[in-house]
Structures are given as structure tokens and as C-alpha cells.
């Protein structure tokens, strides 16, 4: 399993607020601690954990990879916030409310387009993120495509645009299933403990891997960009190694 398009998006936090220069008060500043004023489920932050949940429930089930990614977003957005804790959690609890239902799936989409009506690239951005969301268990379902299509006609994105994404999306999943598999004792060697470690401390030090060599955080480092892609990289071995240590476990 490859997670480079997973961690390349998952800079989503960072991408979708640089430079976002709106004074309003319900959007994400990357830039500065706020403090929530109104309900979070109308604020940008609300509304993005909205959009991930309607992309989530569409083929019914929510796979490791994909509950990491969220717990990070959930985490990144939540920083923003001067009581980062509380703001999670009601992250979280917005996330299993709109789970339960497609019926407002348009109604979130045009309040996120009327909040980054002006930011067409950061629509985009969000676009990539939750289809990356749909691709990262390797099944991209009909029912997938149906509800990213939906909103990404709600945000007013290209066709073009939409369709560009989804190749890069294939493409990029057709190529790992060629790639050469590795094998068991260079996994452990990648994650850095001792072969036939337990699952628990294979995890632990994976998830440590994952936050050293994460895009976000580097890039919030200041990092150069050459840092940044190299880190990718290595997170697609290190992705590798966990997955294929995981499996044999079971």
C-alpha cells in the first residue's frame, strides 16, 4: 500500500489557508489562534468535516488509513482554535452527524462555496482532498463518484478539472499495484524495530514515522519544498513496510 497522494493531500490544512486573506470571521486562519464565534458547523472548519463525512459514508465503511487521515485533519484544524480540545471533539461529533445522511450533502456544498467563492484553487484543493479520501482504500465506487460529483458541481468545479483529478487518482493507484513488493524483513528494517516485533510497537513507531516525515508539519516548519517532497517519498516506504507488516500479522 502507497500513501504518497494520501500524504501529499493531507497538507490539505496548511494548502487550503495560506494566503487566505478574508477578514470573516467564519472562515480558517492558519495564521493566528480565533476564537469561534457561532455555531462550528457554519464555520469553514464545520463545513470541511461536513463534506469529508458525506465522502465517508458513501461506500459504508471507513478503513485505517482513512480514519488516520481524519484523525490528523481533525487535529490540524483544531489547532487554529484557542480551545483546540473542545473544538475537536464537536469536530468529531459533527463528523457522526452528518454521516448518518446524504440528504443535506448540497445544502453543506453551497454554504463551503459561498464561504471560498472567491478561491477557486482552494475549492480545488478541497476537491483533491476529498477524493483522495474516496481512492485511499483502492475502491473507487460508483456510489463514490455519484456524491464527489455532486459536490464538486456545488462548488462550481471545472468538469475538466474533476475528471484530471480522478485520472491522477487511477493512474497513480494502478501503478502501486505493479509496484514490487517488499519484503517482510526489509519492512521491519524500514519502521525501525527488531523483526517479528508485537503489532503494538510496530504501530507506535509507525505512527511516530508518520508525524516526523508529515508535509504539514515540515511545511509549517518552514522547510524548503525539496525537504517536503523527499519526505513524501519516504512515507510511501514507510506506508509499505506497516501494511505489509500488518497483513501478515493477521
Same mark, same amino acid.
Given at each position: 500500500?502507497?500513501?504518497?497522494?494520501?500524504?501529499?493531500?493531507?497538507?490539505?490544512?496548511?494548502?487550503?489557508?495560506?494566503?487566505?486573506?478574508?477578514?470573516?470571521?467564519?472562515?480558517?486562519?492558519?495564521? @493566528? *489562534?480565533?476564537?469561534?464565534? =457561532? +455555531?462550528?458547523?457554519?464555520? !469553514? $472548519?464545520? #463545513? &470541511?468535516?461536513?463534506?469529508?463525512? @458525506? *465522502?465517508?459514508?458513501?461506500? =459504508? +465503511?471507513?478503513?485505517?488509513? !482513512? $480514519?488516520? #487521515? &481524519?484523525?490528523?485533519?481533525?487535529?490540524?484544524?483544531?489547532?487554529?482554535?484557542?480551545?483546540?480540545?473542545?473544538?475537536?471533539?464537536? #469536530?468529531?461529533?459533527?463528523?457522526?452527524?452528518?454521516?448518518?445522511?446524504?440528504?443535506?450533502?448540497?445544502?453543506?456544498?453551497?454554504?463551503?462555496?459561498?464561504?471560498?467563492?472567491?478561491?477557486?484553487?482552494?475549492?480545488?484543493?478541497?476537491?483533491?482532498?476529498?477524493?483522495?479520501?474516496?481512492?485511499?482504500?483502492?475502491?473507487?465506487?460508483?456510489?463514490?463518484?455519484?456524491?464527489?460529483?455532486?459536490?464538486?458541481?456545488?462548488?462550481?468545479?471545472?468538469?475538466?478539472?474533476?475528471?484530471?483529478?480522478?485520472?491522477?487518482?487511477?493512474?497513480?493507484?494502478?501503478?502501486?499495484?505493479?509496484?514490487?513488493?517488499?519484503?517482510?524483513?526489509?519492512?521491519?528494517?524500514?519502521?525501525?524495530?527488531?523483526?517479528?516485533?508485537?503489532?503494538?510497537?510496530?504501530?507506535?513507531?509507525?505512527?511516530?514515522?508518520?508525524?516526523?516525515?508529515?508535509?504539514?508539519?515540515?511545511?509549517?516548519?518552514?522547510?524548503?519544498?525539496?525537504?517536503?517532497?523527499?519526505?513524501?517519498?519516504?512515507?510511501?516506504?514507510?506506508?509499505?513496510?506497516?501494511?505489509?507488516?500488518?497483513?501478515?500479522?493477521?
Amino acid at each position: 500500500m502507497s500513501w504518497s497522494i494520501f500524504i501529499a493531500v493531507a497538507i490539505v490544512f496548511y494548502l487550503l489557508t495560506r494566503g487566505y486573506k478574508t477578514s470573516d470571521y467564519q472562515n480558517i486562519h492558519v495564521n @493566528k *489562534v480565533q476564537r469561534l464565534q =457561532g +455555531k462550528l458547523e457554519d464555520h !469553514e $472548519a464545520g #463545513l &470541511l468535516v461536513a463534506l469529508m463525512a @458525506k *465522502v465517508a459514508k458513501a461506500d =459504508g +465503511k471507513v478503513c485505517e488509513l !482513512e $480514519a488516520e #487521515l &481524519l484523525s490528523l485533519t481533525f487535529t490540524d484544524i483544531s489547532k487554529v482554535f484557542d480551545n483546540p480540545n473542545e473544538i475537536r471533539e464537536e #469536530l468529531k461529533a459533527i463528523y457522526k452527524k452528518e454521516m448518518k445522511s446524504f440528504e443535506n450533502t448540497l445544502i453543506v456544498s453551497k454554504k463551503y462555496f459561498e464561504l471560498t467563492k472567491r478561491d477557486y484553487a482552494k475549492r480545488l484543493k478541497v476537491m483533491e482532498y476529498l477524493l483522495n479520501l474516496a481512492f485511499i482504500d483502492h475502491d473507487f465506487s460508483k456510489a463514490e463518484f455519484m456524491i464527489t460529483e455532486d459536490i464538486a458541481n456545488a462548488l462550481e468545479i471545472k468538469k475538466s478539472d474533476f475528471e484530471t483529478l480522478i485520472a491522477q487518482f487511477e493512474q497513480f493507484y494502478a501503478r502501486v499495484q505493479t509496484q514490487k513488493k517488499l519484503t517482510l524483513s526489509k519492512a521491519y528494517e524500514i519502521l525501525g524495530v527488531s523483526e517479528g516485533s508485537d503489532f503494538a510497537i510496530v504501530k507506535k513507531e509507525y505512527r511516530k514515522l508518520v508525524r516526523e516525515h508529515h508535509p504539514d508539519i515540515l511545511m509549517g516548519q518552514g522547510k524548503e519544498q525539496s525537504i517536503i517532497d523527499e519526505a513524501t517519498k519516504k512515507l510511501q516506504e514507510i506506508n509499505e513496510a506497516y501494511e505489509l507488516i500488518k497483513n501478515n500479522k493477521k
